[in-house]
């Protein structure tokens, strides 16, 4: 399969802005789009200008909901070359997501090739400075314009690029994050392992009203016994207890993230010792409240390592460590940054350079 590559008229050019960036408010000139049908498979594959998408009302996607995506990172190195944080795992895992929602699967491979070729088209809108980096946001949705209860038998996938600033702009370093004991995010057999619009669309009452109460996000339980850590709204979750990094197993519920999967590996270069478990809410806070846990934090693409300064659970609020960034937290933020930035070495491979 091949795509095109539509010119854009330099007229069309919109003006660049890289300064006090926020998180994905701000899209570049182009984006990749093909379009799948049961005949033709995926097709008219093509880079072209960043366009509005014009769709039925009766559209599926926008009633049932069956939207897969992803979310990855470009860097721009000091010596001017751009580079892309683990892309094929992404993509994987963009697949994974398709298989749990009926949608045909991409070929890693050819989408890895254009995102490449769309980067390096766009590598004018990689942003520099500390913290900033270039968000890419692939994709899928189901087109028929039919408001029967199915599968959508027509799907588009596109890829469209955002350069960000840090995902939370508030001051503090140090997030506030209320364990969730009412709602839940995904129960066993449900969509928790996938990238999908409905597993963020079930947070965001539970994200308004703890935001209410002066928190940033939400730690869910799970759904059966809400007894065991899962993951936070935008983040994976892990816990400093007694010098061990402990992370919830992944259990079907959990979305298996990239920067979780490249912590863990990274701890264990380190030599730090990692657990994949279960986690006990009692545990965590009993553990903030006699010291055994000395560090929370969050993992993500867009909040790379975000350390939590405090947990709120059934009405009080538990400090964690005293207030600083912990010790692990920041080892782990300075070697992943470092790698991804190109100021460390790629000992494991982990970036594509264009
Ligand atoms: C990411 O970390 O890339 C995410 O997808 C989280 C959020 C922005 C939806």
Redesign the pocket.
């Known amino acids: 399969m091949e795509y095109a590559i539509k010119e854009v008229p330099s007229a069309s050019l919109k003006q660049k802005n890289l300064e006090n960036l926020k ?2 408010e701000m899209f570049t000139d182009r984006m990749f789009v093909m379009e799948y049908s049961p005949k033709n498979g995926w097709h008219n594959a093509k880079i072209e200008a960043f366009h509005n998408f014009s769709f039925s009302p009766a559209t599926m996607v926008f009633h049932y909901g069956q939207e897969i ?4 990172k470009a860097f721009a190195y000091k010596d001017g070359k751009v580079a892309m944080f683990r892309p094929m795992e992404n993509l994987i895992r963009l697949n994974s997501s398709a298989e749990r929602l009926c949608m045909p699967k991409i070929d890693a491979d050819f989408v890895f090739k254009a995102l490449c070729e769309l980067v390096k088209l766009e590598r004018g809108w990689v942003p520099a400075k500390k913290e900033t980096s270039l ?1 890419i946001r692939p994709a899928m949705i189901g087109t028929d314009p039919i408001i029967k209860v199915r599968s959508s038998d027509n799907f588009l996938f596109y890829m469209i690029l955002s350069p960000v600033g840090p ?1 939370f702009s508030s001051g503090s370093k140090l997030s506030k994050i209320q364990v969730e004991d009412n709602y839940v995010r995904a129960s066993k057999g449900g969509m928790g392992f996938a ?1 999908t619009g409905g597993n ?1 669309a079930a947070s965001i009452k539970a994200g308004m009203e703890a935001a209410k109460k002066g928190y940033d996000q939400v730690l869910w339980l799970d759904a059966e016994e809400r007894k065991f850590a899962e993951e936070v709204g ?2 994976n979750i892990f816990f400093v207890i007694k010098d061990t990094l402990v992370t919830p197993a992944l259990n079907g519920t959990i979305l298996p ?1 990239v ?1 979780r999967k490249s912590v863990i590996e990274l701890a264990k270069h380190l030599k730090i010792k990692v657990e994949e478990r279960k986690v006990a809410i009692t545990e965590v806070i009993e553990g903030l409240q006699n010291g055994s846990v000395s560090e929370v934090f969050g993992t ?4 790379v390592v975000s350390p939590v300064g405090t947990l709120g659970y059934k009405g009080s609020n538990f400090a964690v460590g005293n207030g600083e960034i912990g010790k692990y937290s920041s080892i782990l933020y300075d070697y992943l940054t470092g790698i991804q930035y190109g100021q460390k070495d790629d000992l494991f491979s982990w970036m594509t350079v264009l």
Do not use: D
């Not at 995506?69 to 990855?72: H, K, L, S, V």
């Not at 993500?300 to 909040?303: F, V």
């Open positions: 998180f994905g995506f992803e979310g990855m968000y995902y990238k963020y935008s983040m993230g920067t993500g693409t867009a909040c």
